[in-house]
């Protein structure tokens, strides 16, 4: 793929039609199926295809920004679906101290291996930062997942990861933004906006919002 994008996207780059994205979202597809002939994850060979690709996304923002909307919109939605329809809400309802338990030790291990460096890097937003950073969701839905599929854990223990996995990720970004926000972001958003000139007489910038 490295080799291929330079001459991709100067013989067929800036069409309509996307080739570039349908070029991507193919050997995507080869990846996960032979993923998949493998016994092992599709998700995997996407995160390495995205590696191997990531220099010439960079130089390319434009269909950078496409394929996420596109990975974001069409593809990672079906993996938490599938995920989510093998969760019994029974076996949670029956083992909350165990999820309890669990999230408590996931987010205070987290916590414990992130602070010190946002002390250290980010000393203005320590615990916005440690909080952000405390999260994880995809590889570890990932890694439930594929011992659900090789019968390494039953369906009671991966409705129990995946629900401190989802957990860990809504929690510490929801305390985040509600109580840790840093002050630069509202000054930003309630500084007024510039004014220009627009046929000799100043006029103010309207947002898009407005």
Partial sequence: MPKLQPWFFARYGNRVIE??????????????????????????PAFLLGL??????ARHRLE?????????????????????????????SSNLGIVAMFLTTRLATKIAGVLPFARRYVPT???????LMSTGLTFGAISAFYGLRAGI??????????AVIALSAVLPTFVA????????????????????????EPSRIVSTEE
């Avoid at 080739?19 to 995997?44: D, N, Y």
């Avoid at 909307?69 to 949670?92: R, Y």
């Avoid at 937003?125 to 909080?131: K, P, S």
């Fill in 19 to 44: 080739p570039e994205i349908r070029g991507a979202l193919f050997a995507l597809f080869i990846l996960m199926f032979l993923a998949e002939m493998s016994q092992s994850h599709a998700i995997l």
């Fill in 52 to 57: 191997a690709v990531s220099g010439a996304f």
């Fill in 64 to 92: 950078q920004q496409r394929f996420r909307v596109v990975a974001f919109a069409a593809l990672t939605p079906f993996f938490f679906l599938k995920a989510g329809m093998n969760v019994s809400l029974g076996v949670l």
């Fill in 125 to 131: 937003d320590v615990w916005f930062t440690t909080l």
């Fill in 153 to 162: 854990i039953d369906e009671a223990q991966f409705s129990i990861l995946i």
């Fill in 177 to 200: 933004q509600r109580f840790f926000l840093p002050n630069a972001c509202s000054e930003e958003d309630t500084r007024p906006l510039p004014l220009v000139s627009v046929g000799g």
